[in-house]
């Protein structure tokens, strides 16, 4: 079974800034997906960004990009230049593709609460 | 705009009365998921619907049913609500490879939050 591990229970950052978000997971697949969903509060989760483990190349949108060390199980996710309405609830998530006809399975970390400051 | 529709967005149910909750969505999609998520906890997966296929996961207590009559709508039924289900009840949807879709990625709706007196 995979695990999701996020040490960050919450964190705070001033608008403008930059602030990474840590995940760790454990699985021994080698094919899968990462994501990191935002979850604002009393609004739906939205992914953020994924991240495909067969690439080397490290996701990026926008202002939101990943650190991917898949020797180190390790998915961070990096905010730049931080705004108020990325105050929300961070999920890093795992997913191991099932069989074509079947629905995917997301494992959720247990997120790390981010406010950012004026 | 196309979207996953969760109502009613509060539901307050005494402990032992059945209680249905409901999902819907406009975005065409051939899998919907329930996840159940506890205060500040991360969302868990209690069952999905791959098309009318109905997918139990292992850990899913026998309480809580689902039913799909169509592509678009979703149930969640808990036949005899207890102090412990009380939770933020998501509702997710993909569309499969299969279906033309990617696969990965899961639309959700705003949940339904789930008391229990």
């Known amino acids: 079974a995979q695990t999701v591990t996020q040490s960050q229970p919450e964190m705070s950052v001033q608008e403008a800034e930059t602030v990474t978000l840590s995940c760790t997971y454990d699985t021994s697949e080698s094919n899968y997906y990462l994501f990191w969903y935002k979850q604002p509060p009393s609004r739906q989760m939205i992914l953020v960004i994924r991240q495909e483990a067969y690439k080397q190349q490290n996701a990026t949108e926008n202002r939101f990009s990943v650190n991917f060390q898949k020797a180190a199980k390790s998915f961070s996710l990096k905010i730049s230049d931080s705004q108020l309405g990325d105050t929300a609830m961070y999920f890093c998530a795992f997913m191991k593709p099932r069989a074509a006809n079947a629905g995917n399975m997301l494992t959720f970390g247990g997120g790390t609460r981010l406010m950012v400051k004026p | 705009d196309a979207m996953v529709i969760q109502n009613p967005r509060y539901q307050v149910t005494q402990f032992g009365k059945p209680v249905t909750l409901s999902c819907s969505q406009t975005?065409?999609?051939?899998?919907m998921y329930w996840y159940q998520q506890k205060s500040s906890q991360a969302p868990k997966l209690l069952f999905h619907y791959y098309d009318k296929d109905f997918n139990n996961e292992a850990d899913t207590p026998d309480n809580f049913q689902s039913r799909r009559p169509n592509t678009s709508f979703c149930f969640l039924d808990i036949r005899s609500p207890g102090l412990g289900d009380a939770a933020m009840y998501l509702c997710?949807?993909?569309?499969?490879?299969?279906?033309?879709?990617?696969?990965?990625?899961?639309?959700f709706g705003p949940g339904t939050r789930l008391t229990v007196t």
């Open positions: 975005l065409n999609h051939n899998v």
């Open positions: 997710a949807t993909s569309r499969d490879k299969l279906a033309g879709g990617p696969g990965y990625e899961q639309y």
